[in-house]
């Protein structure tokens, strides 16, 4: 089975930036469009970024020219590195697989990583 792993978050001040990891292991990342997904406090889980299998890439209009993904097949990680972050970027931040993810939705992904938090803050 595939299993995910964030790691990187923390605490930044406004202006700051951040790179977030994740370790897949269970099968090869080659195969699978990752996606990086955020919840704020009371909201649903929301795409942020995405790393298709045919290494294409997309972000959502609130991100873009802010963050950015990249994929290290070699080494089985997905990251995704924030610059300029805001206070509306807090939220927990999950990786996730998907066989193929048209819109980054949800319900496209099977396979989910535990969440790490990301706090802007001053």
């Known amino acids: 089975q595939l299993q995910l792993v964030e790691s990187g978050g923390g605490l930044v001040q406004p202006g700051g930036s951040l790179t977030l990891s994740c370790a897949v292991s269970?099968?090869?990342?080659?195969?699978?469009?990752i996606g990086w997904f955020r919840q704020a406090p009371g909201k649903e889980h929301k795409g942020v970024c995405l790393?298709?299998?045919?290494?294409?890439?997309y972000c959502v209009n609130s991100v873009k020219g802010r963050f950015s993904i990249s994929r290290h097949n070699a080494n089985n990680t997905v990251s995704l590195q924030m610059i300029s972050l805001k206070p509306e970027d807090t939220a927990v931040y999950y990786c996730?697989?998907?066989?193929?993810?048209?819109?980054?939705?949800?319900?496209?992904?099977?396979?989910w990583g535990q969440g790490i938090q990301v706090t802007v803050s001053s």
């Open positions: 996730a697989a998907s066989g193929y993810s048209d819109y980054l939705r949800a319900d496209e992904y099977d396979y």
């Open positions: 269970g099968s090869t990342l080659h195969y699978y469009d």
């Open positions: 790393s298709r299998a045919d290494d294409s890439t």
